[in-house]
């Protein structure tokens, strides 16, 4: 394998039901199957879904919260979806735990490394709610955070689009794809990869990226074993 550990993260509008419901059972099935073969070549997995699909924040001050209070909701909605997640890949025999970064017992365990070096050693896959615990930071920048501080070989970002692009490929028939490209350069092209916060942690830390098709159920398998899918930024 090219990757022997991976933080793998994805929105939680990709587990949107089209009906509106919060979570599709089908989609969810199919990303912890997914999972599933990966963890069965030996990978260890971890990974971070956001919230999105169940609360998308506050549109402005006079929603009748402030900017904390709506953070910590959406923490909240991220570890529905860690739950769904853990309990999707209990049903298929694959064992995992929920770390969260605030206290939630019994719901899921505190978050620390030694717990995910413990997890990873019983070859259980590793989800965490809650993002980093704190306000003011995405779900991008837990993904970033918890990738460093696992010692991760690299961040795959699950996406709707098989890559980046130059421009809006959904509304953009030309845009153009990018099979590899630089922190650097994706910055100086305003690429909107993740958060600026989370993309800097990623390039101080020399983590790879690697933005992919999640609804492409063979991607995370191929990306494992080293074929070239989606676009890689790096230094």
Same mark, same amino acid.
């Given at each position: 394998? /090219?990757?022997?550990?991976?933080?793998?993260?994805?929105?939680?509008?990709?587990?949107? *039901?089209?009906?509106?419901?919060?979570?599709?059972?089908? !989609?969810?099935?199919?990303?912890?199957?997914? #999972?599933?073969?990966?963890?069965?070549?030996?990978?260890?997995? *971890?990974?971070?879904?956001?919230? %999105?699909?169940?609360? @998308?924040?506050?549109?402005?001050?006079?929603?009748?919260?402030? @900017? /904390?209070?709506?953070?910590?909701?959406?923490? =909240?909605?991220? /570890?529905?979806?860690?739950?769904?997640?853990?309990? &999707? $890949?209990?049903?298929?025999?694959?064992?995992?735990? #929920? $770390?969260?970064?605030?206290?939630?017992?019994?719901?899921?365990? &505190?978050?620390?490394?030694?717990?995910?070096?413990?997890?990873?050693?019983?070859?259980?896959?590793?989800?965490? %709610?809650?993002?980093?615990?704190?306000?003011?930071?995405?779900?991008?920048? *837990?993904?970033?955070? @918890?990738?460093?501080?696992?010692?991760?070989?690299? =961040? $795959?970002?699950?996406? @709707?689009?098989?890559?980046?692009?130059?421009?809006?490929?959904?509304?953009?028939?030309? *845009?153009?794809?990018?099979?590899?490209?630089?922190?650097?350069? &994706?910055? &100086?092209?305003?690429?909107?990869?993740?958060? =600026?916060?989370?993309?800097?942690?990623?390039?101080?830390?020399?983590?790879?990226?690697? /933005?992919?098709?999640?609804?492409?159920?063979?991607?995370? !398998?191929?990306?494992?074993?080293?074929?070239?899918?989606?676009?890689?930024?790096?230094?």
């Amino acid at each position: 394998m /090219v990757y022997k550990k991976i933080l793998l993260k994805f929105s939680g509008e990709s587990l949107l *039901a089209e009906d509106g419901y919060c979570i599709d059972s089908d !989609k969810l099935m199919k990303y912890a199957y997914q #999972v599933k073969e990966v963890i069965d070549l030996g990978v260890r997995v *971890a990974v971070v879904i956001g919230g %999105g699909n169940i609360y @998308r924040g506050l549109n402005s001050k006079n929603s009748g919260f402030d @900017r /904390v209070k709506g953070d910590y909701m959406g923490m =909240l909605a991220t /570890v529905i979806n860690a739950m769904a997640l853990h309990s &999707a $890949l209990e049903t298929i025999n694959v064992k995992s735990r #929920v $770390l969260t970064g605030i206290k939630m017992e019994p719901v899921g365990e &505190a978050y620390s490394q030694r717990k995910v070096q413990d997890a990873f050693e019983q070859n259980e896959v590793v989800i965490f %709610g809650g993002g980093t615990g704190n306000p003011f930071f995405t779900t991008d920048s *837990a993904a970033a955070l @918890r990738a460093v501080e696992i010692g991760a070989d690299v =961040l $795959l970002k699950g996406t @709707r689009v098989d890559g980046v692009y130059d421009s809006d490929p959904e509304k953009n028939p030309n *845009a153009v794809k990018f099979d590899e490209i630089t922190f650097d350069e &994706a910055y &100086a092209k305003g690429l909107k990869i993740m958060d =600026l916060t989370a993309f800097t942690m990623c390039k101080e830390n020399n983590l790879p990226i690697i /933005v992919f098709n999640v609804g492409d159920e063979t991607s995370l !398998k191929k990306i494992v074993s080293g074929s070239k899918i989606g676009t890689i930024i790096k230094k």
